[in-house]
């Protein structure tokens, strides 16, 4: 696979407070990234030294396994933090310059406004924005001449749910069409629909780095459901796969060592005498991999 | 560079300050012009002597005296377009867009090279305003009897474009260094009228002439002295001419390498 990002050791201070401690990480063509972590983890400033904003202390850093110069960053598109514009030009005038600066010829500029939700208010000058269409608009910006890579720090900020789904909707879309994606979210949920690899930071460090599915790897838990609670429970309790039980919603949730498979679970259940009304797989949660990850590890 | 003055162009074109300060520029040398000898009256520019002198009977704006007269005036009024080239550097900082420039892929020199375009195309527009309205008005006011060479002394006007040129990169290092608008103009301001005057008392005099300020006022000597028979310098001084230029590239090459080592 082709690496898209290559980063090496990277370390960043601000005074007397370290935000990046020699960070390692490698982006392959195509995948959807996500860079996850708690506000002060390094996240942002991970995105701004590899866009070119922020110097680094230490490290390197390699776009396309050609470098670090300007021109690379005319192949991705970005949204770091907050949607910068010039607040007295109008929606579309504003992409016209970033096409420019992205020296793209055919920017489809009306195509990429309304791909974002807001070619009605092309003509409209900047500063009259709400914080949802400036999000789409950085959005709409971030998208033009189809970069080879979509970098999109927080892109859900401001928006309302349906904007939400327009934003996971268009990731996707984009990650269809072989585009690299780097996504720092703090919706979990969001990054768990969306992206294929994570890498988990927490003081400047990465804690975790792989695949999705790797990390959710075990942590599905089984749902299930009876018109005798405490008989269900006492009989689970008996089997010996079973390695933890809770109680949601009328369900008892039951997590399950690995090598064993669910339907062993039913047929003991029938076996015991156990009503079954209801019997499912939950899948594990980003989240709460994620919160448990940030409490154990250093 | 095409690309560039293209992107420098999208930024100032929808911008009102940019066309209200251009506009005041342009008007506040037309209306010295109009006004001129009142205009030269009311400053004095400290010489008690020039008061008493019945300036309507003097060859002001007649050649070759109108090419020094006239764009020493004109020379007040650069701080007005300074102030365009300021707030387009610290509403860049402030609008975060010059971030943003850079995440698109512009580079921090290309960057700096747009801005030292706008205030050469400054410096330009005031320099061409400049160098038609001393020709209209100095062949209006030629005597036909007398002709000369009417641009015997137009040495000034290039001096004049050097002058607002340097002037220009000088407030574009103070307001990159600063990042905010009022600052940078009442440090500009300050640097010309007070620190430099103090920091000119503990220099030998032979160096207090080439502080930054006192090098590129003095591009263009004071001319209205001769007037009242004092002597002054009527030609542009070469030395001068280069000490400003090594100027303007001393204050390029330390906006430039702020811009390079700062983070955005």
């Keep these: 696979m082709k690496n898209i990002l290559n980063i090496s050791g990277l370390a960043k201070r601000y005074h007397n407070v370290e935000a990046l401690k020699g960070l390692n990480l490698e982006i392959q063509k195509g995948q959807v990234y996500g860079l996850l972590g708690p506000n002060g983890s390094g996240k942002t400033t991970t995105l701004g030294i590899v866009l070119g904003v922020i110097l680094p202390n230490n490290g390197t850093y390699n776009w396309f396994g050609m470098g670090t110069g300007s021109s690379l960053r005319k192949r991705i598109g970005a949204l770091l933090e907050k949607p910068n514009f010039y607040p007295h030009l109008t929606a579309r005038n504003n992409l016209k310059l970033a096409a420019d600066i992205k020296e793209i010829d055919k920017p489809a500029i009306d195509e990429k406004l309304e791909l974002a939700g807001v070619l009605q208010y092309a003509n409209r000058k900047y500063f009259t924005f709400s914080t949802g269409m400036k999000q789409r608009l950085a959005i709409a910006s971030a998208m033009l001449g189809n970069p080879e890579v979509l970098v999109l720090d927080e892109p859900t900020n401001g928006l309302d749910p349906e904007g939400i789904a327009d934003v996971r909707k268009l990731i996707q879309h984009t990650a269809n069409n072989d585009t690299t994606i780097i996504l720092a979210s703090h919706l979990l949920d969001e990054v768990q629909k969306v992206c294929s690899h994570v890498a988990v930071l927490k003081s400047g460090r990465k804690i975790f780095n792989g695949a999705v599915s790797d990390l959710l790897l075990g942590t599905e838990r089984l749902e299930v459901g009876s018109d005798d609670i405490r008989l269900l429970k006492q009989v689970l309790l008996e089997h010996p796969a079973v390695k933890s039980l809770d109680e949601e919603g009328g369900l008892v949730l039951t997590e399950i060592s690995e090598g064993y498979k669910a339907g062993e679970i039913s047929a003991f259940l029938i076996k015991k005498g156990v009503n079954i009304t209801h019997f499912s797989k939950r899948a594990g949660s980003l989240e709460a991999e994620f919160l448990a990850m940030l409490t154990t590890k250093e | ?264």
């Design chain 2, 1 to 264: 560079m095409n690309r560039l003055i293209r992107v420098e162009f999208r930024k100032q074109i929808g911008s009102k300050s940019f066309w209200i300060l251009l506009i005041l520029h342009i008007a506040a040398i037309f209306l010295s012009i109009v006004n001129f000898q009142k205009f030269i009256q009311n400053v004095q520019f400290n010489v008690n002597d020039i008061s008493e002198v019945d300036l309507s009977i003097m060859p002001l704006l007649t050649y070759p005296d109108i090419w020094q007269n006239m764009t020493y005036v004109a020379g007040f009024f650069k701080i007005i377009l300074a102030l365009i080239i300021i707030t387009s550097i610290t509403n860049e900082i402030a609008n975060k867009t010059l971030r943003q420039n850079i995440i698109d892929g512009m580079s921090r020199e290309g960057f700096f090279f747009s801005k030292l375009l706008l205030a050469g195309f400054l410096a330009l527009v005031s320099t061409v305003i400049i160098f038609f309205a001393i020709y209209v008005i100095g062949t209006y006011n030629q005597d036909p009897e007398n002709v000369t060479n009417i641009f015997e002394g137009s040495g000034f006007v290039a001096a004049y474009f050097l002058e607002l040129l340097t002037y220009f990169i000088y407030a574009l290092f103070v307001a990159l260094l600063v990042k905010r608008t009022g600052l940078a103009l009442v440090l500009l301001i300050a640097i010309d009228f007070i620190f430099e005057p103090i920091l000119s008392i503990f220099l030998p005099d032979v160096l207090d002439g080439y502080l930054p300020m006192a090098v590129i006022d003095n591009l263009i000597r004071f001319p209205f002295t001769r007037y009242v028979g004092m002597e002054v310098e009527t030609t542009v001084s070469a030395i001068q001419m280069i000490i400003v230029g090594l100027y303007a590239i001393f204050f390029s090459m330390a906006a430039l390498t702020w811009l390079k080592r700062s983070d955005l």
